[in-house]
């Protein structure tokens, strides 16, 4: 028995239509591939300006010069925080260096005066009221973060926030950069 045309015309437009379907599939995800934009420039988009210096990466490392960054971009604590969150979020097993700054996870403000003080530069002092122990608790619960920067833009943007707070900084010279 021979087979009627029009059979075949049907597989053969049906094996077609499958072909066509197929190279669509294949050719949307090869696109998707080369088109996304890298994770360095999804985070990148957070900060308010393009970040001429301060940071670089590849698949594996990633550094920021957290002086340098928040320089150049003019970003405030919160966000080269977000910034640096993306950046551990967007790819795991990639390591994230951090210089010239401090990174700050929602904490009390005295937990990172108590830090502060074993370490060399900004410190923290947190006594409105010598001899107040009530008022001394108060304010060492206060909440500080997420935030990352220099020391003394943390603390200067936490003193924007948190106007009834009192912060001194020793050594005398970045009491100004603090307190403003």
Do not use: H
Not at 84 to 105: D, F, Y
């Amino acid at each position: 028995m021979t087979k009627t045309p029009q059979k075949t015309g049907k597989r053969s437009s049906r094996a077609g239509v499958v072909v066509v379907v197929g190279a669509l599939i294949v050719f949307g995800i090869i696109a998707y591939i080369v088109f996304l934009p890298g994770d360095e420039e999804v985070c990148l988009n957070l900060l308010p300006r393009k970040a001429q210096v301060g940071f670089s990466g590849d698949a594996t490392r990633a550094s920021v010069n957290i002086g340098a960054l928040q320089e150049s971009t003019g970003a405030n604590p919160e966000q080269i925080a977000g910034f640096i969150e993306c950046l551990k979020a967007a790819k795991t097993q990639r390591t994230v260096t951090i210089s010239n700054g401090v990174v700050i996870r929602r904490t009390p403000i005295g937990e990172i005066s108590n830090a502060w003080k074993r370490e060399q530069g900004l410190q923290v002092s947190l006594e409105p009221t010598p001899g107040a122990t009530e008022a001394n608790k108060v304010l060492q619960n206060l909440a500080i973060g997420p935030a990352a920067g220099t020391k003394a833009a943390v603390i200067r943007s936490w003193c924007t926030v948190q106007a009834q707070a009192c912060v001194t900084c020793v050594p005398a010279q970045c009491r100004k950069l603090a307190t403003r």
